[in-house]
């Protein structure tokens, strides 16, 4: 038999049993055979095979390392048997050793190799079973907590407030939906005994981990106050990064306070009513996102938008009605943010729309009331006005007074001046109408 037949049948060797190899590591089983073997000796199968793949694995490296050096020497004939002395049978028998447990160290490095897979396995299902058993315990205390909001005695709803409130400390995959039922809670009308106490729980709840400064907060979640009555509201420098929506609510008592409050998505108030004797909105910031005041409605005696921060926000009143006596939109600073109010109500009050920003140009008015009505009010505007616009409103017995230290042309284009309103001459244009109805 010539040489290279020779290494070619040594390599179609090697190829068939890497492929038996693979074949029996797939723990399908041959076509026509028919495992009957418990579960366990497949484990064991499985083990044979991988030590198996291994030493194919070896055989294959060290025939292709033999073959490139034989090559790289020129296929040289090696010597017959009867010209190795002892000596060099001892050498050869030390090499023959030597590979033999080279090839031990394959299948121990096998056997670790599949130990270390097996205890992977062991440890992920460990961490399965682990995370099985916490869904289910959160689950029994959830159920709990609802069980509790539902009783008749106050006492123990109370206690359901704050067992569903640690629950959602403790539960992130599931604390919006803890926060949900809470909210739906206030929203339920309700006349029990201590049920005050325990809305004021809920409140109080939302206000400790919506702080500014909390070390667990939910500020990242949205809540969803649609309906609820808010006595005294309190919401002072509390951050609302996610959707927080005041549709129908009514706000009542003496203060409703968003004092310094951030809000980072939406701010929804369809519907809403203001009704407490104060409403301060002062120092309100909005980093991103939009407020929107739909059809709302503003009373009691002072509404407070002054100091206000709008940074690539927009803050929309449209078909709102302004009856407070002082509404205070001062003082405003704007980066990429705007103010409209569109076809709002204005009357018997005085409105401050001095945001102080006279000095800096404007590609963009940041504050616009289009298609609204004013009777009987005073606007403040400042140094000037100039980053304040009226378009298309009706002025019926207004005042507009401002410092007239930059008299600069303002455009207020289609105003319907009624009851001997007057402007100051810098905002009069050509396109400024004069009723006396």
């Given at each position: 038999?010539?040489?290279?037949?020779?290494?070619?049948?040594?390599?179609?060797?090697?190829?068939?049993?890497?492929?038996?190899?693979?074949?029996?590591?797939?723990?399908?089983?041959?076509?026509?055979?028919?495992?009957?073997?418990?579960?366990?000796?497949?484990?064991?199968?499985?083990?044979?095979?991988?030590?198996?793949?291994?030493?194919?694995?070896?055989?294959?490296?060290?025939?292709?390392?033999?073959?490139?050096?034989?090559?790289?020497?020129?296929?040289?004939?090696?010597?017959?048997?009867?010209?190795?002395?002892?000596?060099?049978?001892?050498?050869?028998?030390?090499?023959?050793?030597?590979?033999?447990?080279?090839?031990?160290?394959?299948?121990?490095?096998?056997?670790?190799?599949?130990?270390?897979?097996?205890?992977?396995?062991?440890?992920?299902?460990?961490?399965?079973?682990?995370?099985?058993?916490?869904?289910?315990?959160?689950?029994?205390?959830?159920?709990?907590?609802?069980?509790?909001?539902?009783?008749?005695?106050?006492?123990?709803?109370?206690?359901?407030?704050?067992?569903?409130?640690?629950?959602?400390?403790?539960?992130?995959?599931?604390?919006?939906?803890?926060?949900?039922?809470?909210?739906?809670?206030?929203?339920?009308?309700?006349?029990?005994?201590?049920?005050?106490?325990?809305?004021?729980?809920?409140?109080?709840?939302?206000?400790?981990?919506?702080?500014?400064?909390?070390?667990?907060?939910?500020?990242?979640?949205?809540?969803?106050?649609?309906?609820?009555?808010?006595?005294?509201?309190?919401?002072?420098?509390?951050?609302?990064?996610?959707?927080?929506?005041?549709?129908?609510?009514?706000?009542?008592?003496?203060?409703?306070?968003?004092?310094?409050?951030?809000?980072?998505k939406l701010l929804s108030c369809h519907g809403t009513r203001f009704s407490a004797a104060e409403t301060n909105f002062g120092g309100l910031t909005f980093t991103s996102g939009k407020a929107e005041f739909v059809g709302a409605e503003f009373g009691g005696e002072k509404v407070d938008f002054a100091d206000g921060y709008l940074q690539s926000s927009s803050v929309a009143f449209f078909r709102c009605r302004f009856r407070a006596p002082v509404v205070d939109f001062s003082q405003l600073d704007f980066t990429f943010g705007r103010v409209v109010f569109d076809?709002?109500?204005?009357?018997?009050?005085?409105?401050?729309?001095?945001?102080?920003?006279?000095?800096?140009?404007?590609?963009?008015?940041?504050?616009?009331?289009?298609?609204?009505?004013?009777?009987?009010?005073?606007?403040?505007?400042?140094?000037?006005?100039?980053?304040?616009?009226?378009?298309?409103?009706?002025?019926?017995?207004?005042?507009?007074?401002?410092?007239?230290?930059?008299?600069?042309?303002?455009?207020?284009?289609?105003?319907?001046?009624?009851?001997?309103?007057?402007?100051?001459?810098?905002?009069?244009?050509?396109?400024?109408?004069?009723?006396?109805?």
């Open positions: 038999m010539s040489d290279w037949l020779r290494w070619l049948l040594i390599a179609l060797c090697l190829v068939l049993a890497l492929l038996i190899a693979t074949r029996g590591r797939r723990r399908r089983g041959f076509a026509g055979v028919t495992w009957t073997r418990p579960q366990r000796t497949a484990k064991r199968r499985g083990m044979a095979a991988s030590v198996l793949g291994w030493l194919v694995v070896a055989l294959v490296v060290a025939g292709a390392t033999g073959g490139g050096l034989l090559w790289f020497l020129g296929w040289p004939r090696l010597p017959s048997a009867a010209q190795f002395d002892v000596g060099q049978v001892l050498d050869l028998l030390k090499i023959a050793l030597s590979v033999v447990a080279g090839f031990g160290g394959v299948v121990l490095l096998a056997v670790n190799y599949r130990k270390q897979r097996v205890a992977e396995d062991e440890h992920d299902l460990a961490v399965q079973r682990a995370e099985r058993e916490a869904v289910q315990k959160f689950n029994e205390r959830f159920g709990s907590a609802a069980e509790q909001l539902a009783n008749d005695n106050a006492a123990v709803r109370l206690a359901g407030v704050y067992a569903l409130a640690g629950l959602a400390d403790d539960w992130a995959d599931k604390r919006q939906v803890c926060v949900d039922v809470l909210c739906g809670y206030l929203r339920i009308t309700r006349e029990a005994d201590g049920e005050h106490e325990v809305r004021e729980a809920i409140l109080r709840v939302i206000r400790d981990r919506t702080r500014q400064s909390g070390k667990l907060s939910w500020s990242a979640l949205d809540f969803d106050f649609t309906g609820v009555t808010f006595e005294n509201a309190d919401f002072a420098r509390r951050k609302f990064s996610g959707e927080v929506l005041f549709d129908g609510a009514d706000f009542v008592g003496g203060v409703a306070s968003f004092a310094g409050a951030e809000f980072g076809r709002c109500d204005f009357a018997d009050l005085e409105l401050d729309l001095s945001i102080g920003l006279d000095d800096q140009p404007f590609s963009l008015v940041p504050l616009l009331a289009e298609n609204c009505r004013f009777e009987r009010c005073r606007i403040e505007l400042g140094r000037g006005g100039q980053a304040v616009k009226l378009a298309d409103c009706v002025l019926d017995t207004v005042t507009v007074a401002d410092t007239g230290e930059h008299p600069q042309q303002h455009p207020w284009p289609g105003n319907e001046l009624r009851g001997g309103t007057s402007l100051p001459g810098h905002y009069v244009t050509s396109q400024l109408g004069t009723s006396s109805r």
